[in-house]
């Protein structure tokens, strides 16, 4: 499908026509489908994430701004469903709650645990320093998974300012803290 056509099928789409809906759906859920599956593993919850994508997608059609093109809009957007499944199911796990209440343990016998122990001093040592406002965010950021959206609406402020504080303390992370730390913490945080 030409980008021309494409436009007039979005157009359609966002004045209500039910036909351009189809069209677009048709064109785009298996593969949206095969992507949220390759990076869940579950049949039910990567059908689940796309059909929620294509619901809402539907219901604010009249709002909606695509700003580069539509199939890169979908993938971005199944891309956030995917982080916030995981987000969510992190928050539901053991480690979370224990983390969360300062109360995780860690098992000194193992080389692990002691990498885990010394990056979380770290982390916590480096977060320490960054300025108050900075170091609220980033903590409701990445310590208690809140979106930017939210994070925003807690704190009265826009977006973009969230935005800004969560890139300057990453910024100061890494400048800070050598490569397999922060490389540890990612994976100890989002996965």
């Known amino acids: 499908m030409s980008d021309g056509e494409m436009k007039i099928l979005l157009s359609q789409f966002q004045n209500g026509d039910k036909e351009a809906f189809e069209i677009i759906y048709n064109l785009y859920w298996k593969e949206l489908y095969f992507h949220a599956y390759k990076r869940l593993g579950d049949e039910d919850h990567a059908e689940e994430l796309v059909q929620e994508l294509f619901v809402q997608l539907w219901e604010k059609r009249a709002f909606l701004a695509i700003e580069k093109s539509l199939k890169a ?6 891309k956030n469903r995917i982080l916030h499944f995981y987000r969510e199911k992190y928050k539901q796990s053991a480690h979370y709650e ?3 209440e300062g109360t995780l343990e860690f098992n000194s016998d193992t080389e692990q645990g002691i990498i885990q ?10 977060t320490q320093k960054l300025p108050s406002r900075s170091r609220d965010i980033f903590e409701l950021s990445r310590k208690k998974f809140l979106s930017n959206k939210e994070i925003a609406e807690k704190l009265n402020i826009s977006e973009k300012t969230v935005q800004y504080h969560i890139h300057i303390s990453l910024k100061y992370l890494r400048a800070n803290c050598p490569d397999y730390l922060l490389y540890s913490f990612l994976l100890l945080f989002w996965w």
């Open 73 to 78: 809009y979908l993938f971005g957007n199944i």
């Open 117 to 126: 122990r010394d990056l979380l001093e770290k982390i916590d040592l480096l």
């Open 98 to 100: 224990a983390s969360s």
